[in-house]
């Protein structure tokens, strides 16, 4: 139980194009959702946080209006990087926590996204 | 400013031995604390945790160790088996406040034949 996954796991793109990540929790229920982002070598860094059906809460110094987040239902966020430029090239990782019990004490991570702008 | 820091970006280790990856934090409100796994082009995956109430955590061959006076907590992995090189992160979330991780830079660890 408690599996996390995110569609597609690597993307090359040209700039200026958008790009959507999709994160879904497979087996379970996920009111909130993180989407993190690492760079090589880096620590993952939280970008925002997600609850379904409310607006996302971004992290100091992430562009809202940049990287667009959907939590539209218990099982699926997305994450749309727009207008995509070579430094937006990165590992984007989400995670999931449930609504009770066990799954709602911890966050279960997706395998992560590669992003490539040319 | 890093409030979870590793300072050992790699560690080599002969396996069988005991390995030791040590993390220091530096906000107090921080209450739990976890370590990561996580092999490259993955997502990381849950090792161990412990609470700011305890000071020691054991799972098989992990014993997560804590040190609140010091800030400073540590993964010890015994006997290290090949499997377990992969990037080991500590993490840490301040529960009473909110949900947010904060995670350290990770130390590779490399488990030698």
């Known amino acids: 139980g408690a599996v996390v996954s995110q569609h597609p796991s690597w993307v090359i793109c040209k700039s200026g194009t958008s790009v959507k990540i999709e994160c879904r929790s497979l087996?379970?229920?996920?009111?909130?959702m993180f989407w993190y982002r690492q760079f090589p070598k880096q620590s993952l860094m939280l970008m925002a946080t997600s609850n379904e059906g409310s607006k996302a809460t971004y992290e100091q110094g992430v562009e809202k209006d940049k990287f667009l987040i959907n939590h539209a239902s218990l099982t699926l966020s997305t994450l749309t990087v727009t207008s995509a430029h070579p430094e937006d090239s990165s590992f984007y990782i989400c995670s999931a926590k449930g609504v009770s019990g066990v799954l709602a004490n911890e966050q279960f991570f997706g395998p992560g996204t590669r992003l490539t702008v040319l | 400013d890093q409030q979870v820091k590793q300072n050992s970006p790699s560690l080599s280790v002969q396996e069988g031995r005991i390995s030791i990856l040590n993390c220091d934090y530096t906000?107090?409100?921080?209450?739990?604390f976890l370590w990561y796994k996580k092999y490259p082009a993955e997502g990381p995956t849950f090792l161990i945790s412990?609470?700011?109430?305890?000071d020691k955590n054991e799972d098989g061959r992990f014993t997560v160790f804590l040190n609140k006076s010091a800030k400073h907590l540590s993964l010890h992995i015994v006997p290290s088996q090949p499997g377990d090189s992969a990037v080991y992160f500590c993490a840490a979330s301040a529960r009473n406040r909110d949900d947010k991780i904060i995670f350290g830079k990770g130390t590779r660890l490399h488990i030698l034949p």
């Open positions: 412990i609470s700011s109430i305890k």
């Open positions: 906000n107090s409100m921080f209450d739990y």
């Open positions: 087996d379970f229920q996920a009111t909130t």
